[in-house]
T-cell receptor
Framework: DQQVKQNSPSLSVQEGRISILNCDYT??????FLWYKKYPAEGPTFLISISSIKDKNEDGRFTVFLNKSAKHLSLHIVPSQPGDSAVYFC????????????FGSGTKLNVKP | NAGVTQTPKFQVLKTGQSMTLQCAQDMNHEYMSWYRQDPGMGLRLIHY???????DQGEVPNGYNVSRSTTEDFPLRLLSAAPSQTSVYFCASSQPGQGLSGANVLTFGAGSRLTVL
């Protein structure tokens, strides 16, 4: 049973608008959450992270929000650009074993020019 | 700086054959790991290593073998391939986790696509 879930397989937005990608998790054993971006035929690359003691982290056009009571996090991209078109994976780190990460199934973002 | 290098990029096997997926990193990372990516399942951890001579199991270790004789290399062995092992395999490396002072960010290779007939 997946412990990190991304329920939207795909998302399409217009260039310049906001993209919101969502991620849910099922238990409290995670202490860090990360977002990775993946282009076709490449490995995932790190985008942004947030620790479980914070509720927001911002890096340029990318902001991650964490709602611990709802066990939900979201990635906001503002403004969206065509180069942001990729698959986005949410990942969570096990607080009892820093070497174990759990990934969601990914959301494919398409930013239309 | 090459980062994480995986070979081969593509491989087709018959059921029962064995093979090794190679992974090498040049960043002197202590931590290395193997994930498989399947449609609708995301990336799942197969095996990982926290240093030369030390390996441990992840979520889906059955059917796979690993060893870590050097810091740079972490090969993944399939001893008797099965169709269920058809997947895209990613190797990743990082420095050890540092608690809440910082997440250990994974650097991934480009992936190896394996098809078992």
């Amino acid at each position: 049973d997946q412990q990190v879930k991304q329920n939207s397989p795909s998302l399409s937005v217009q260039e310049g608008r906001i993209s919101i990608l969502n991620c849910d998790y099922t238990n409290s054993m995670f202490d860090y959450f990360l977002w990775y971006k993946k282009y076709p035929a490449e490995g995932p690359t790190f985008l942004i992270s947030i620790s479980s003691i914070k509720d927001k982290n911002e890096d340029g056009r990318f902001t991650v929000f964490l709602n611990k009571s709802a066990k939900h996090l979201s990635l906001h991209i503002v403004p969206s650009q065509p180069g942001d078109s990729a698959v986005y994976f949410c990942a969570a780190r096990n607080r009892y074993n820093f070497n174990k990460f759990y990934f969601g199934s990914g959301t494919k973002l398409n930013v239309k020019p | 700086n090459a980062g994480v290098t995986q070979t081969p990029k593509f491989q087709v096997l018959k059921t029962g054959q064995s093979m090794t997926l190679q992974c090498a990193q040049d960043m002197n990372h202590e931590y290395m790991s193997w994930y498989r990516q399947d449609p609708g399942m995301g990336l799942r951890l197969i095996h990982y290593s926290v240093g030369a001579g030390i390996t441990d199991q992840g979520e889906v270790p059955n059917g796979y073998n690993v060893s870590r004789s050097t810091t740079e290399d972490f090969p993944l062995r399939l001893l008797s391939a099965a169709p269920s092992q058809t997947s895209v395999y990613f190797c990743a490396s990082s420095q050890p986790g540092q608690g809440l002072s910082g997440a250990n960010v994974l650097t991934f290779g480009a992936g190896s696509r394996l098809t078992v007939l």
